[in-house]
Every structure is written in structure tokens, then in C-alpha cells.
């Protein structure tokens, strides 16, 4: 038996040119295509599609979706947070957040994560493979019918590292800013990493006009690898380069994602450390009060420490802001959600 085919992976040239070889007009692929991102989750919907050809959509190909599992919206923020199952069953997480410049979504691109970072929930429940474009793009669906709302920004930063996952994640980046697609623009697409260094440059080759956010952590590598076994990979000096080369290439400039971890990275000395690192580098930092992970002992810096942080870095001409926390009664960030379920007898 022939393996079925993910439909909404394709691009429209890509289905066009199956039809066509089966014999099909290719501007049925257009039609199809216009049902797809009317949110059809059966062939048998789409109505003006020839029943014979409709029988081989359904034999040849399959519709990715996401199911909710769990929502949890938060009574301070209206933060959502969703546990998706997928057509095999597995689960991914998902956040939708409210800001004054718009809705944005935080999607899952793996299930589970290889990576290990130790502050970070998703990493304690294994790998268990790679998501489809199609199934990051159900995710926005899902919540956009679920919500009745547009999503105006996309974060990459939910369960799994996209790098790791990089053909599927430059599919479906290029398919959801697609005008035949969701239509959400590249800049208002953020892709995080925890530092794969060569896919970094592999990404500056695409010449997308993404935004790039890279989770540094620290200010030097004997803190980052304790916490990021990717940094014994790829140390600091090496992934600082190709960050600097990335904003050569495309002009875009770089985030850093800092988790402040009271005790662990976030005294002034750490902060006068990174300044130094970061100097005359076009870049960003945003500090993350870390999230508190069964497991582990991490808290998240007080008050009084965020702000001497941040003080520091500015005060060097180091560009950085503290992230808001949003939904923290209903444990926003990615992976804790999951994990619950799975104690509680869900699969």
C-alpha cells in the first residue's frame, strides 16, 4: 500500500504537478488548495471538486489536524494555552498571547526536544519526532477557529528546537507567509534556537526575512554548557559569529533570549560579562525571568535583580527590555502542560 501523502505540506506548485501527472487539471490544485485554508478537513467538503477526483485525493492523500485536548485560558491576561493532539495521537503545546501590537502564537515544532536544556520543561519528556509543516500549521488554525481571531505573529519557540527540524520549519514558514496560505509575513515570524550553529548559517542562505531569536543564557561557556549541553558543541565565541555573519547576511537583526536564574547567571558581574561579549554587535537581549520546572531548583531572579540587570546592559549601550510574564497562573511556557496530562493517565 501506497503511503498517503501530508496534502497541506505541498506547495501548491508541488500539487499541481501531481495532479497533472495522474492526469488532473492542474488549476484543480488551486481549488483544493482555497478549501485547505478554509479550514476542510474532509475531501468529501469540497464541492466543486469532480467526485472521481475527490475518491483520489482520498486514497492518495491525508488532511492534518489539531485537536484540542486541553485549553486553559488565564483570568489575568487572556492568555490561552492549548494541548493539541495530532493525527497519530502524539501531543503538542501551544500559546496564544495578547499585545497591544497584536495576537501572537507560540507553536511547537517537534514533539519533545533533543536538545536537554536543563531549565526547560519540554526537554524532561524525551524526543519523539519531528513535526510536519502541515501540523505547525494546524496549530494556528485550530486556534483561529477555536478564538475567532487572526493571528498576527508567530513565535517558533513551543516545544522542540526548529533548527533541528530545519527543512519542515523552512516549508512551512515559506507556506504560511504565502498568499495563498495564512498570509502572516515573514517579519512577523520569530524562529528561537538554542545555537545550532551550522543551521544558522544554513538559515542565512534562505534569505528569509524572519526575525532570528537565539537562547544564550549565560555570559560565558562554562555557564551555558551546565545548563545547554549545545554549548559544548558549538561555544560562545563560535555562535556569536555566526550570529554577527547573520545579521551581515541579512540585515535582520539577532535577539538573545536570557533566562535570569537567580544565583546562576544573573549577578552584575554576569551582566557586565555579557555586555562585553555583545559589544558593538546589532542585537537585543531579552531577559526571561526563568519559569519555575519541576525538577530542577531554578527560581527566577527578584525584582531588584531584573532591574540592576537590565540597567547595566543599557547602561554599556546593550539594547534590552524584561519580557512580560504572561499566563503564569496557567503555566504558559511549553512542555509543563503535556507532562501533566501524561500524569494524570492521558497517553
Known amino acids: 500500500m501506497t503511503q498517503q501523502i501530508d496534502i497541506k505540506s505541498l506547495y501548491p506548485e508541488e500539487l499541481a504537478e501531481q495532479l497533472g501527472a495522474e492526469g488532473y487539471p492542474k488549476f484543480r490544485a488551486k481549488q483544493i488548495c482555497d478549501w485547505l485554508n478554509k479550514g476542510v478537513v474532509e475531501f468529501s467538503q469540497m464541492n466543486n471538486i469532480p467526485r472521481d477526483l475527490r475518491e483520489f485525493l482520498n486514497t492518495r ?3 492534518s489536524v489539531a ?16 494541548l493539541f493532539s495530532l493525527n497519530d495521537g502524539e501531543m503538542v503545546e501551544a500559546v496564544v498571547m495578547h499585545y497591544h501590537h497584536g495576537v501572537s502564537m507560540c507553536i511547537s515544532t517537534q514533539v519533545g526536544c533533543k536538545m536537554g536544556c536543563t531549565f526547560c520543561a519540554t526537554g524532561k519528556s ?43 520549519v523552512v516549508r512551512f514558514i515559506k507556506l504560511v507567509s504565502s498568499d495563498g496560505g495564512l498570509q502572516i509575513g515573514m517579519r512577523h515570524i520569530t524562529l528561537s534556537t538554542c545555537g545550532i550553529v551550522p543551521k544558522i548559517y544554513e538559515l542565512a542562505e534562505q534569505k528569509l526575512s524572519i526575525n532570528l531569536a537565539v537562547s ?9 554548557s551546565r545548563t545547554m549541553p549545545v554549548a559544548k558543541a558549538y561555544p560562545m565565541d563560535m555562535l556569536l559569529k555566526a550570529c554577527r555573519d547573520y545579521f551581515d547576511s541579512t540585515g535582520r537583526r539577532v535577539t538573545f533570549e536570557y533566562a535570569l536564574i537567580s544565583g546562576v547567571n544573573d549577578s552584575d558581574s554576569h551582566a557586565r560579562e555579557l555586555a562585553q561579549k555583545l559589544s558593538g554587535m546589532n542585537c537585543h537581549v531579552n531577559l526571561i525571568p526563568v519559569n519555575a520546572v519541576e525538577g530542577t531548583a531554578y527560581k527566577k531572579s527578584d525584582l531588584q535583580r531584573q532591574q540592576s ?21 496557567i503555566n504558559a511556557s511549553c512542555g509543563q502542560l503535556k507532562r501533566n496530562h501524561i500524569k494524570e493517565g492521558g497517553q
Not at 540597567?311 to 519580557?323: V, Y
Open 67 to 82: 485537536t484540542i485536548e486541553k485549553k486553559f485560558v488565564s483570568r489575568y491576561d487572556k492568555t490561552v494555552k492549548y
Open 216 to 224: 544564550l543564557h549565560a555570559p560565558n561557556d562554562a555557564i551555558r
Open 126 to 168: 524525551g524526543f519523539s519526532r519531528d513535526l510536519t509543516a502541515s501540523e505547525m500549521l494546524a496549530q494556528i488554525e485550530a486556534a483561529q477557529k477555536d478564538l475567532s481571531l487572526r493571528i498576527a505573529n508567530i513565535v517558533l519557540m513551543g516545544m522542540g528546537e526548529p533548527l533541528d527540524n530545519f527543512d519542515n
Open 61 to 63: 492523500y491525508y488532511i
Open 309 to 329: 540587570f537590565v540597567h547595566i546592559l543599557t547602561a554599556k549601550g546593550i539594547a534590552a527590555t524584561i519580557r512580560r510574564t504572561l499566563g503564569s497562573d
